[in-house]
């Protein structure tokens, strides 16, 4: 399962390894960086095989789950050209609509794989205690897991459930969930170090019996529809008519630039080919709302505020429509004059616009 891996090691090659996921993966509730599970496995591989130089990409963002996966495979994996991936979206897929996560996974499975053929994919489950609670205690795996696991199996994709495990371990040890996952979503060092545990005997075991052959992987048909096999991030600072301010300036950290406007009404409009649309935006304190519509169709509103920008901003991406006819398409938005009566103000900041081609 791990050819890939295998042959570049003997071959004392170069390797290049990417943590794609949420929250999880990003290393939320780790002391340091280097105590996630992704910082920890990229130490391990590198002790363990001196010879080898490894290169890493973390492409954890929080709150993203695997759809937003697709939109920025490009720009945040296939970029680094890649022989290993680690895929984690359970826990943000989870009460996601089933249709949206199978494709969502099935594409990006079936993009590493048309651009990088030889490359090893492999998922990492995760779990919150939610899913204990609702599923795993009920002896039931949850959908968002059921579907990971179809993906993988249909693909020939290894699955680690690290999740599980650590709830089965709290179960059957009686043990308080928050002393490995504090707020019952992200581990701490020790709910980290024991996902780190499992990666790692996975590994050991499959780089021991693994044949080293660097081979393509012919694709089976699909599973799904294929809504998202094409998919483009858009730069609006870049594309598009707007009375929106340019912010040459990084977007949390997360991207190179975006546009803003504090001013309701200022407003703006993206031409497109595709059959869906969305945005990634910030949500912040001061975020207000924006009104949008599709083709002169009727204008919607949708909120760049929630309760979490009270405590902090972040890059969080928005899907405005996902069933559009396949074509041309002219997306129109405005700052609404409305905003939450919590927020500071009425900012509407955008990095991209996300494109279903």
Not at 11 to 26: A, D, M, N, R
Not at 48 to 61: D, H, L, T, V, Y
Request: charged letters at 25%.
């Amino acid at each position: 399962m791990l050819e890939q891996l295998k042959y570049k090691i003997e071959q004392k090659k170069p390797v290049s390894v990417v943590y794609l996921g949420g929250s999880i993966t990003e290393g939320t509730g780790a002391s340091s960086p280097a105590a996630c599970w992704a910082s920890r496995v990229q130490n391990w591989l590198e002790r363990s095989f001196p010879e080898s130089r490894f290169s890493c990409q973390n492409a954890g963002i929080g709150g993203t789950d695997s759809e937003f996966g697709v939109f920025r495979l490009d720009r945040d994996v296939l970029a680094y050209e890649p022989d290993l991936v680690f895929v984690e979206f359970a826990v943000n897929d989870y009460k996601q609509e089933a249709a949206i996560c199978l494709n969502a996974m099935e594409g990006i499975v079936r993009r590493i794989r048309e651009r990088r053929p030889g490359a090893d994919v492999v998922f990492v489950v995760t779990a919150m205690y939610r899913m204990e609670e609702e599923c795993y205690s009920r002896g039931m795996r949850p959908e968002s897991v059921q579907i990971h696991e179809q993906v993988a199996k249909h693909y020939g994709i290894p699955v680690i459930f690290v999740g599980e495990t650590l709830l089965c371990h709290i179960r059957t040890q009686r043990e308080d969930p928050t002393v490995y996952l504090p707020d019952l979503v992200h581990p701490n060092d020790r709910g980290y170090a024991c996902y780190y545990r499992e990666i790692t005997a996975f590994l050991e075991q499959e780089l021991r019996k693994t044949e080293a052959a660097c081979t393509d992987r012919p694709l089976p048909s699909r599973l799904g529809d294929g809504r998202y096999q094409r998919t483009a991030m858009v730069d609006a600072g870049e594309y598009g008519h707007t009375n929106f301010f340019r912010e040459a300036i990084s977007f949390g950290g997360r991207y190179p630039g975006y546009i803003s406007s504090g001013r309701p009404g200022t407003d703006g409009k993206f031409v497109f080919e595709g059959c869906g649309i969305g945005l990634y935006w910030m949500i912040a304190k001061d975020s207000g709302s924006l009104r949008f519509r599709l083709d002169k169709g009727e204008w919607k509103t949708v909120s760049a505020w929630d309760t979490y920008a009270l405590r902090f901003d972040r890059c969080h991406p928005v899907m405005l429509a996902r069933d559009l006819e396949k074509g041309t398409h002219c997306l129109e938005y405005q700052v609404a004059e409305e905003a939450d009566e919590r927020s500071q103000g009425h900012f509407i900041r955008i990095a991209a616009f996300l494109v279903m081609e």
